[in-house]
């Protein structure tokens, strides 16, 4: 497992989690019990999909989020395809079946973990999220052997820059000045 405390980058999948209230203690003010809350909070991962597709690729990432701060991935959990990005010109039948090849080529990497732990949460961003082809697509193969994830996706421009602004204002009170590394918390 890898601590993933706010150092100035921040990984979209975790700011994604963040941005939709995943994973953060109640009262960051409060410092040793705000990690108290996330070490308890921590013991049970939930596996994720992460979707990507602006005008210049499509990805798909699949880590398992204990709390935004202590997460695991995997490289056989990342999917990318710059050749699929919603900037296509032609989004014929055959890209749209490409694109589904990769979410499900992304799954069968891993059908023991699919069948354990299937994505309780997908999180949808970018530009070409609106194209309604694309949003049957997804849920289509979201729900890969009755698989039936909560989809976030009102807000695709701008979730990981919301999550990343909440992780920044918690930083502060998490670890002030950088003096103390805020994973001696677990």
Same mark, same amino acid.
């Given at each position: 497992?890898?601590?993933?405390?706010?150092?100035?980058?921040?990984?979209?999948?975790?700011?994604?989690?963040?941005?939709?209230?995943?994973? @953060?203690? &109640?009262?960051?003010? +409060?410092?040793?019990?705000?990690?108290? #809350? /996330?070490? !308890? *909070?921590?013991?049970?991962?939930?596996?994720?999909?992460?979707?990507?597709?602006?005008?210049?690729?499509?990805?798909?990432?699949?880590?398992?989020?204990?709390?935004?701060?202590?997460?695991?991935?995997?490289?056989?959990?990342?999917?990318?395809?710059?050749? @699929?990005? &919603?900037?296509?010109? +032609?989004?014929?039948?055959?890209?749209? #079946? /490409?694109? !589904? *090849?990769?979410?499900?080529?992304?799954?069968?990497?891993?059908?023991?973990?699919?069948?354990?732990?299937?994505?309780?949460?997908?999180?949808?961003?970018?530009?070409?999220?609106?194209?309604?082809?694309?949003?049957?697509?997804?849920?289509?193969?979201?729900?890969?052997?009755?698989?039936?994830?909560?989809?976030?996706?009102?807000?695709?421009?701008?979730?990981?820059?919301?999550?990343?602004?909440?992780?920044?204002?918690?930083?502060?009170?998490?670890?002030?000045?950088?003096?103390?590394?805020?994973?001696?918390?677990?």
């Amino acid at each position: 497992m890898q601590y993933r405390p706010f150092s100035g980058v921040t990984y979209q999948f975790t700011a994604n989690y963040v941005a939709n209230g995943l994973g @953060l203690c &109640s009262n960051y003010t +409060d410092v040793d019990g705000c990690w108290e #809350e /996330l070490h !308890r *909070g921590s013991k049970q991962g939930e596996s994720v999909f992460n979707i990507r597709y602006t005008n210049d690729s499509f990805a798909v990432e699949w880590p398992e989020l204990h709390t935004a701060y202590y997460w695991y991935i995997v490289p056989s959990r990342i999917n990318q395809d710059n050749e @699929l990005g &919603s900037g296509t010109p +032609d989004r014929t039948d055959k890209h749209w #079946e /490409l694109m !589904r *090849g990769r979410i499900l080529e992304l799954i069968m990497r891993r059908p023991g973990s699919w069948k354990s732990q299937p994505p309780s949460h997908v999180f949808v961003t970018g530009e070409g999220t609106e194209d309604e082809t694309f949003r049957l697509l997804l849920r289509e193969a979201c729900a890969f052997r009755g698989n039936d994830p909560t989809f976030y996706e009102s807000d695709a421009k701008f979730m990981g820059a919301k999550g990343s602004a909440e992780l920044a204002k918690r930083a502060v009170y998490l670890n002030p000045e950088n003096r103390d590394p805020v994973w001696r918390h677990y």
